[in-house]
C-alpha cells in the first residue's frame, strides 16, 4: 500500500512538459523570442558596464559616505563573490535546464533583470567605496571583472539575481530556500567585502520583486507554464 502511493506521487510530481513539448510549434517562437531578448539584455548591459567605468574616471566620481560600511571592516570575501557566484550561474542553468517548462519565461525575467539593472547602472554613478576587495588576477576574477568591472554598484546583481530564481521557483520549496539562502549570503559577502553600498544590497529585493512582477504582466503565457509545473518538495 505504502508503494502505491509512493509510486502515485512520484507519477504525480514527474513533469510531462519536455524539450520536445518546448520546441514544438506551440512554444517555439517563445524560446527564440528569449533567446533574443537575453541578447539585448547582454548588449545592454555591455555597454552600461563600459559607461559606468569610463564615467568613474571622471574626477566628479566620488565615493559617498555609507552608514553600514563606515562600521564594518572590510573582509575578504572573494571567493563568495567571485568563485561561488560563478558557481552558482553554472549550477543554475543546469538547474533551469533540467526543468524546459521553465526556459521561456526564466530566460525572459533574467533578460528583464539585466536590462533594467543596466538602465540603473548609467543613471547615477558614484566612486567604488574605499578599502574594497578589488578582484585579483586569476581566470575566474577576470571573468567577474569582464561581466561586472567593479563599477556597476545599484542595485546589487549578487542579492538580486537568485532572489529572482526563488520568485520564479518559489512553488519549489527546497529550490526557493536554495535560492534564498544564496541571495542572503551573497548580500552579506558584498556587504563585508565593500564592493556594494548598502543601498544597492537592500533596494535589490524590492527591486527584484518588481520586475518579477512586471516579467509576469507582460509574459504570462510563459508564466503560466511555471505556474502549473508539478510541485516537488
Not at 15 to 23: A, G, H, Q, R
Not at 108 to 113: D, E, P, R, T, V
Not at 162 to 190: C, D, G, K, N, Y
Request: charged share 10%; with cysteine; proline share 4%.
Amino acid at each position: 500500500m505504502k508503494y502505491s502511493i509512493y509510486f502515485t506521487e512520484m507519477q504525480q510530481s514527474r513533469d510531462s512538459f519536455s524539450y520536445k513539448s518546448l520546441f514544438s510549434p506551440t512554444h517555439r517562437y517563445s524560446l527564440l523570442g528569449a533567446l533574443a531578448f537575453m541578447g539585448v539584455a547582454y548588449v545592454a548591459e555591455h555597454a552600461a558596464n563600459v559607461y559606468a567605468f569610463t564615467y568613474s574616471t571622471r574626477p566628479t566620481s566620488r565615493y559617498v559616505g555609507d552608514l553600514v560600511l563606515d562600521n564594518l571592516q572590510a573582509v575578504d570575501l572573494s571567493f563568495i563573490i567571485i568563485e561561488c557566484a560563478l558557481l552558482a550561474i553554472v549550477l543554475g542553468t543546469v538547474f533551469v535546464l533540467k526543468r524546459p517548462r521553465y526556459i521561456p519565461f526564466t530566460l525572459k525575467a533574467l533578460a528583464l533583470f539585466i536590462i533594467i539593472r543596466a538602465f540603473f547602472i548609467s543613471l547615477t554613478h558614484v566612486g567604488i567605496y574605499p578599502e574594497h576587495i578589488a578582484p585579483g588576477y586569476g581566470v575566474f576574477d577576470g571573468i567577474y571583472a569582464y561581466l561586472n568591472f567593479q563599477t556597476g554598484l545599484f542595485f546589487s546583481g549578487h542579492t538580486g539575481l537568485p532572489l529572482l530564481m526563488a520568485f520564479i521557483f518559489w512553488e519549489q520549496r527546497r529550490a526557493r530556500f536554495v535560492f534564498l539562502f544564496l541571495s542572503l549570503m551573497f548580500a552579506i559577502a558584498v556587504l563585508f567585502a565593500h564592493v556594494h553600498y548598502s543601498i544597492d544590497v537592500f533596494a535589490a529585493p524590492f527591486i527584484t520583486y518588481g520586475i518579477f512582477k512586471i516579467a509576469r504582466y507582460f509574459f504570462p503565457r510563459d508564466y503560466n507554464l511555471v505556474a502549473t509545473a508539478p510541485l516537488v518538495h
